[in-house]
């Protein structure tokens, strides 16, 4: 049987970025939607490698921390009883249809997580106002 996941949220990695770091320009925004509605959330490898990668980036996030600490910090997060990982991604090849419709090279990951949480039965959660109108796609401003 097939589990319900109607209301889960992938969160794409600046929103989870943003969950995660308090001076983040729209952290009250992040903890506030998921929290106002008791929302179920998710993560897969891709946006906890993408959070890791960006969380030790001083260009990204002001207070910028080591590998070991970003992954420290995100294995604390993890732990929200809301949350569930994702392990079921689908191979890039087998979702090649999600890059019909892209641009350039800085939709790529967007197209996939956008595919990935489609596949998973759940919407993708983006600050991304370019993604505003595509299906399985939830706006957080």
Not at 12 to 32: E, G, M
Not at 80 to 105: C, Q
Request: hydrophobic share 45%; net charge positive; with cysteine.
């Amino acid at each position: 049987m097939k589990k319900d996941r109607s209301d889960l949220v992938l969160l794409d990695i600046n929103v989870l970025l943003a969950l995660a770091w308090p001076n983040h320009q729209f952290h009250s925004s992040a903890t506030q939607r998921l929290e106002r509605r008791k929302q179920r959330w998710a993560t897969c490898a891709l946006t906890q490698l993408g959070f890791i990668r960006l969380s030790c980036n001083p260009a990204a996030v002001t207070d910028a921390v080591s590998p070991l600490k970003a992954a420290s910090l995100l294995a604390q997060l993890v732990q929200d009883g809301f949350h569930e990982y994702l392990s079921n991604s689908p191979a890039p090849a087998g979702v090649a249809d999600a890059f019909g419709r892209i641009l350039g090279h800085q939709q790529v990951t967007d197209a996939y997580l956008i595919a990935f949480a489609r596949a998973s039965g759940a919407r993708l959660l983006t600050f991304d106002a370019r993604l505003k109108n595509i299906e399985h796609v939830e706006l957080l401003l």
